[in-house]
Nanobody, 120 residues
Framework: QVHLVESGGGLVQPGGSLRLSCAASGGIATFYAMGWYRQVTGKECEFFAVVTSVGIKMFGDDSMKGRFIISRNNVNNTMSLQMNNLNPDGTGAYSC?????????????WGRGTHHAVSS
């Protein structure tokens, strides 16, 4: 069983940047997709971003393109999410997931989440 642990949350000012990381306890190279869900204040949990083993990257909202960068390292068994130009709407909990076969469903593992707040 592979376990996931997120890190990198915290408090950041509007317009600032934050880098979230997801570390796996085992190898991720054979897993197709690794991604993030988020739950912002007052809303339901939603898909946020994903990166596949063949380099496909998708975000839940087109506005994230150019501001956010998702990457995975199959040697170090980690995934990172670089978030730039943050706004208060993004305040919430971010959880990473690992899927063996599909991009959005069939989750093999979940992390417990990391929280960040965007506030002045």
């Amino acid at each position: 069983q592979v376990h996931l642990v997120e890190s990198g949350g915290g408090l950041v000012q509007p317009g600032g940047s934050l880098r979230l990381s997801c570390a796996a306890s085992g190898g991720i190279a054979t897993f197709y997709a690794m991604g993030w869900y988020r739950q912002v204040t007052g809303k339901e949990c939603e898909f946020f971003a994903v990166v596949t083993s063949v380099g496909i990257k998708m975000f839940g909202d087109d506005s994230m393109k150019g501001r956010f960068i998702i990457s995975r390292n199959n040697v170090n068994n980690t995934m990172s999410l670089q978030m730039n130009n943050l706004n208060p709407d993004g305040t919430g909990a971010y959880s990473c997931y690992l899927n063996r076969w599909r991009m959005f469903s069939g989750h093999y593992a979940w992390g417990r989440g990391t929280h960040h707040a965007v506030s002045s």
